[in-house]
C-alpha cells in the first residue's frame, strides 16, 4: 500500500524567506508525486508533478520539488516566499492505479 | 479555463437520511474522481470510475456509497444512509487519461461539498 508523510503541519514564515516542506512516501513500485496547493476558499490546484526524467521539477509560481528515490522524499522549495503563497500544501503519489494518496497537508502562512 | 464543479457547496442532513452530490467533470474527461477528507484528517481516496464502471475503490467505499454518470454531464456520489462520521469535505476530480505506472494523468479537483451529518 502507498503512504505519505508530510513533517510540517504549520508552518509561518516572513516574506522573502526560503520555503521547504517535507514529504516522505511509502510505495513498493514505480511512484508519480504530486504537490498540489489549495489556497483559501478555492480548488486543490496541481503545483507540480514528478513523472519520470529530471529528479529536480519545477512548477508554477516559482515553486520546485527534488525527487531523491533513496531517501523516498519529494520536498517542495521556494527560495522566496510572498503573502500570496499563503495556503495548504498537499504532496500526494499515485503508484500503478488511478487512485492519488496525500499526506496531511502542511498550513503555510506567510506574514507580510 | 475548464473547471471541475460541484454542487451544493455545503449539504446539511440528519443522520439516516440519503444524500446525493453532484459534480460536473470538465467536458472532454473520462476518468472521474471521489475523494473525501474528514476535518483535520487526509484527503482520502474513494472511488474512481470510468466507462460507466467503478475501476478502483477503496474500503472505505462500502455498500452505502454509490456513483453513477446519469447523464453526459453530471457523476453524483450517494451515500445511502448517512452516518455521523461521513461529515467531510467531498471532493470531485476528473482527467482525461488514465494513470498507470506507464503514463501520466493530472487530476483536475472541484471546489468540494462539505457535508454535515446531525
Known amino acids: 500500500a502507498q503512504s505519505v508523510s508530510q513533517h510540517n503541519h504549520h508552518v509561518i514564515l516572513s516574506e522573502a524567506a526560503s520555503l521547504e516542506l517535507g514529504c516522505n512516501y511509502s510505495?513498493?513500485?514505480?511512484?508519480?508525486l504530486f504537490w498540489y496547493v489549495q489556497y483559501p476558499g478555492q480548488h486543490l490546484q496541481l503545483l507540480l508533478k514528478?513523472?519520470?526524467?529530471?529528479?529536480l521539477v519545477k512548477g508554477i509560481k516559482g515553486f520546485e520539488a527534488e525527487f531523491i528515490k533513496s531517501k523516498f522524499s519529494f520536498n517542495l522549495r521556494k527560495p522566496s516566499v510572498q503573502w500570496s503563497d499563503t495556503a495548504e500544501y498537499f504532496c500526494?503519489?499515485?503508484?500503478?492505479?488511478?487512485?492519488?494518496?496525500f499526506g496531511t497537508g502542511t498550513r503555510l502562512a506567510v506574514r507580510p | 479555463e475548464p473547471e471541475v464543479t460541484q454542487t451544493p457547496s455545503h449539504q446539511v442532513t440528519q443522520m439516516g437520511q440519503e444524500v446525493i452530490l453532484r459534480c460536473v467533470p470538465i467536458?472532454?474527461?473520462?476518468?472521474f474522481y471521489w475523494y473525501r477528507q474528514i476535518l483535520g484528517q487526509k484527503v482520502e481516496f474513494l472511488v474512481s470510475?470510468?466507462?460507466?464502471?467503478?475501476?478502483?475503490k477503496s474500503e472505505i467505499f462500502d455498500d452505502q456509497f454509490s456513483v453513477e454518470r446519469p447523464d453526459g454531464s453530471n457523476f453524483t456520489l450517494k451515500i445511502r444512509s448517512t452516518k455521523l462520521e461521513d461529515s467531510a469535505m467531498y471532493f470531485c476530480?476528473?482527467?482525461?487519461?488514465?494513470?498507470?505506472?506507464?503514463?501520466?494523468?493530472?487530476?483536475?479537483f472541484g471546489p468540494g461539498t462539505r457535508l454535515t451529518v446531525l
Open positions: 476530480a476528473s482527467s482525461s487519461v488514465s494513470g498507470g505506472s506507464s503514463s501520466y494523468n493530472e487530476q483536475f
Open positions: 510505495y513498493g513500485g514505480t511512484v508519480n
Open positions: 514528478y513523472f519520470s526524467g529530471d529528479p
Open positions: 500526494a503519489v499515485k503508484g500503478s492505479g488511478d487512485k492519488l494518496t
Open positions: 467536458s472532454n474527461h473520462l476518468y
Open positions: 470510475f470510468y466507462n460507466n464502471e467503478i475501476s478502483e
